[in-house]
């Protein structure tokens, strides 16, 4: 099938000057262009721009994202070149993970404490202030 820009974004999801600037940095191949100078781009295109929509949702940096798509381009290649790109993306989800969670632990002890009186007593101004003697963990 042949797809105008505008259904290529409308099938993927992924804005048109997102479409021209992948084009532009080489993730997807210049289309060939129709009569009219307009892009016209082809199921390849298509499942192609599918796979940059849902690594990009996952998070894999453009970097890793160039890689996998040189890989995937070599049907041959072993899996675990992929596999490994997976498994540091995973792992920095888990670091983040980690993370977050210290901080959601540390804003959760800063409303722990009752609110009465003024902003002099307030537990979260206190903590703010002296990061370092509340906080064991860096951000």
């Not at 042949?2 to 999801?13: C, H, K, P, V």
């Not at 002890?109 to 906080?135: F, I, K, S």
């Amino acid at each position: 099938m042949d797809y105008s820009i505008g259904e290529l974004a409308a099938e993927t999801g992924v804005k048109i000057p997102t479409i021209r600037y992948y084009e532009g940095i080489g993730l997807i191949p210049a289309p060939p262009r129709s009569e009219g100078n307009q892009r016209r781009y082809d199921d390849a295109a298509l499942r192609q721009l599918k796979f940059i929509a849902h690594a990009r949702a996952m998070g894999f940096p453009m970097a890793e994202l160039k890689s996998m798509l040189r890989i995937a381009g070599h049907a041959d290649a072993p899996c675990h070149d992929i596999d490994d790109l997976v498994r540091t993306r995973l792992d920095d989800i888990n670091q983040r993970i980690e993370r977050l969670t210290a901080l959601r632990d540390e804003l959760g002890a800063m409303l722990a404490t009752p609110h009465q009186g003024t902003v002099a007593t307030c537990r979260v101004v206190e903590v703010l202030g002296d990061h370092e003697h509340h906080c064991a963990h860096a951000h």
